[in-house]
């Protein structure tokens, strides 16, 4: 079984998944660290984040992968506290935003998708890269939430900036950001982790008595 879960940034996905994929005993794809893996790549390399093509080409010769502790791992390198940093937060949308990347990426996320049972977090899980997910959930709050859930986890940078950023990030990702038509849509606002993880175990709950 697939379980999608998208939504913007801070409307509580990465938690809500891992969670999730932990009570029910699947793995879990945070596809975003992908793209922030990609990105972290590039500009060590200096490569200007304009060009497709080289892009695109950094991204095929470099799958990024995960080991079973969820590090993330790209051209040999554990990445995984350097893609949290703010300025990768601020690129990311750049490189991601790229059809060429998009197609590498979309394909590896196939790829690990469909090894069992999995809930796979991002954008555009329900919409382009799993349209057949047995159930998809769109997360969304408020963006004042959503700013202060953020700076929790970037204390280094002022609350007014982390908005900004955000409201930066929103605009850039808006076209990959639509729910998918099915997709169950949660207001996480005033929720709980919990709450909402029990919300989409209902749902699962749900979904596989309907189609048993
Ligand atoms: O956790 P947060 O929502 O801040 O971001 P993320 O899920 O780590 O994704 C970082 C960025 O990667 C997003 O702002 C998008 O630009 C891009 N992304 C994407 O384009 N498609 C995805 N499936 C996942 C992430």
């Given at each position: 079984m697939i379980?999608?879960?998208d939504g913007p940034a801070g409307a509580g996905k990465s938690t809500v998944a891992r969670k999730l994929a932990e009570r029910l005993g699947f793995s879990y794809l945070d596809t975003g660290a992908m793209y922030r893996a990609l990105t972290w790549l590039a500009m060590r390399e200096g490569l200007p984040l304009g060009e497709s093509d080289a892009l695109g080409d950094l991204a095929r010769r470099n799958p990024v992968t995960f080991d079973e502790v969820g590090r993330v791992f790209i051209s040999n390198t554990d990445v995984t506290s350097a893609i949290r940093h703010s300025r990768i937060d601020r690129m990311v949308p750049v490189v991601a935003?790229?059809?060429?990347v998009r197609e590498v990426m979309r394909e590896r996320q196939r790829e690990l998708g469909h090894q069992g049972n999995v809930v796979i977090?991002?954008?555009?899980i329900g919409t382009v890269v799993a349209p057949d997910a047995e159930v998809k959930v769109y997360l969304h709050a408020d963006p004042e939430i959503r700013a202060a859930r953020r700076q929790?986890?970037?204390?280094?940078?002022?609350?007014?900036?982390?908005?900004?950023?955000?409201r930066i990030?929103?605009?850039?990702?808006?076209?990959?950001?639509?729910p998918a038509e099915d997709a169950a849509l949660i207001d996480t606002t005033d929720?709980?982790?919990d709450d909402v993880v029990s919300r989409i175990e209902e749902l699962i709950r749900s979904r596989s008595l309907a189609t048993s």
């Open positions: 379980v999608t879960i935003r790229h059809h060429e977090e991002g954008r555009d929790a986890e970037r204390p280094d940078i002022g609350g007014d900036a982390l908005a900004t950023d955000l990030r929103d605009a850039s990702d808006r076209v990959r950001m639509q929720l709980e982790v």
